[in-house]
T-cell receptor, first 114, second 111 residues
Framework: DVKVTQSSRYLVKRTGEKVFLECVQDMDHENMFWYRQDPGLGLRLIYFSYDVKMKEKGDIPEGYSVSREKKERFSLILESASTNQTSMYLC???FGAGVPYEQYFGPGTRLTVT | GDSVTQMEGPVTLSEEAFLTINCTYTATGYPSLFWYVQYPGEGLQLLLKATKADDKGSNKGFEATYRKETTSFHLEKGSVQVSDSAVYFC??????????FGAGTRLFVKA
């Protein structure tokens, strides 16, 4: 069974902390994505990666960075967490570009910044 | 730019009622269209898809037809169940790296 796993389901951090969210996929997918999901706003793309060590900004990259050192792992980093980054974070993966493949999602990490 | 507009929720139905969730899109190319579903406490999963005009995607009793003339991809189900309660997302992909998602429509089905 295909799988995308995220390191935590729930996370509570303090303002100013550095936060790492980890995502691992076991499908050998080229592409990986980080979204945040907020009520009424749907999914907004933060960053994506189409290959190891490659990354591209999405629609809302400010305040975030990412790392992809291995094909199966994609990390989202909040350099200095702020309360407006309280949200649900979803990781996804898919096969390579050129053809619209479906995305496979992890269960999400609900992050609260206090 | 490309965009997806879907009906606002929540939608509340009784069990066995007919469901329609409207979705329209704007795209410069020839997108593939998707419906994803998010059950409580879970990530999104693909429900169905259609890759070209007049294609019909179907799964678990849900259907949607890719209508190029009306730029629509409405989701329908003839008889909903309590277990269909979830958030439904319409999405498009033109073959690049980015999938454009709608805002989501929450469905509640009452027994």
């Amino acid at each position: 069974d295909v799988k995308v796993t995220q390191s935590s389901r729930y996370l509570v951090k303090r303002t100013g902390e550095k936060v790492f969210l980890e995502c691992v996929q076991d499908m050998d997918h080229e592409n990986m994505f980080w979204y945040r999901q907020d009520p009424g706003l749907g999914l907004r793309l933060i960053y994506f990666s189409y290959d190891v060590k490659m990354k591209e900004k999405g629609d809302i990259p400010e305040g975030y960075s990412v790392s992809r050192e291995k094909k199966e792992r994609f990390s989202l980093i909040l350099e200095s967490a702020s309360t407006n980054q309280t949200s649900m974070y979803l990781c996804a993966s898919s096969f390579g570009a050129g053809v619209p493949y479906e995305q496979y999602f992890g269960p999400g990490t609900r992050l609260t910044v206090t | 730019g490309d965009s997806v507009t879907q009906m606002e929720g929540p939608v509340t139905l009784s069990e066995e009622a007919f469901l329609t969730i409207n979705c329209t899109y704007t795209a410069t190319g020839y997108p593939s269209l998707f419906w994803y579903v998010q059950y409580p406490g879970e990530g999104l999963q693909l429900l169905l898809k259609a890759t070209k005009a007049d294609d019909k995607g179907s799964n678990k009793g849900f259907e949607a037809t890719y209508r190029k003339e009306t730029t629509s991809f409405h989701l329908e189900k003839g008889s909903v169940q309590v277990s269909d309660s979830a958030v439904y997302f319409c999405a498009l992909d033109t073959g690049g790296f980015k999938t454009i998602f709608g805002a989501g429509t929450r469905l509640f089905v009452k027994a």
